[in-house]
């Protein structure tokens, strides 16, 4: 089992950066891919990213893709999302997941683990 805590949320400009960090406990973390979701008012939980557990494969959802960079230290249990050129529909509550599912998993239902979420919004 993993426990999962996001942090790096906040309010931005439109255009402006963010990096959110997601801290794993347990030491295990390398088995799991890792992924952020994120869910906007009155929307759907969607996914944003995913990371294999090597760190060697990534994958992006086409709204984020060119803008956003996942990535994962091993070594410190800790995985990432740079957020550059936000735009205001990306503001949402960002959700980082873990997932047994090999080598990455895109949808929300194959995600086993899940973090108590972090606001990011972005003003217009």
């Known amino acids: 089992q993993v426990q999962l805590v996001e942090s790096g949320g906040g309010l931005v400009q439109a255009g402006g950066s963010l990096r959110l960090s997601c801290a794993a406990s347990?030491?295990?973390?390398?088995?799991?891919?890792m992924g952020w979701l994120r869910q906007g008012s009155g929307k759907e939980r969607e996914f944003v990213a995913a990371?294999?557990?090597?760190?060697?494969?990534?994958y992006y959802a086409d709204s984020v893709k060119g803008r956003f960079t996942i990535s994962r230290d091993n070594a410190k249990n800790t995985v990432y999302l740079q957020m550059n050129s936000l735009k205001p529909e990306d503001t949402a509550v960002y959700y980082c997941?873990?997932?047994?599912?090999?080598?990455?998993?895109?949808?929300?239902?194959?995600?086993?683990?899940w973090g108590q979420g972090t606001q990011v919004t972005v003003s217009s």
């Open positions: 997941a873990a997932t047994v599912y090999r080598p990455i998993a895109t949808t929300r239902d194959r995600y086993n683990y």
């Open positions: 347990g030491r295990t973390f390398s088995s799991y891919a």
């Open positions: 990371i294999s557990w090597s760190g060697g494969n990534a």
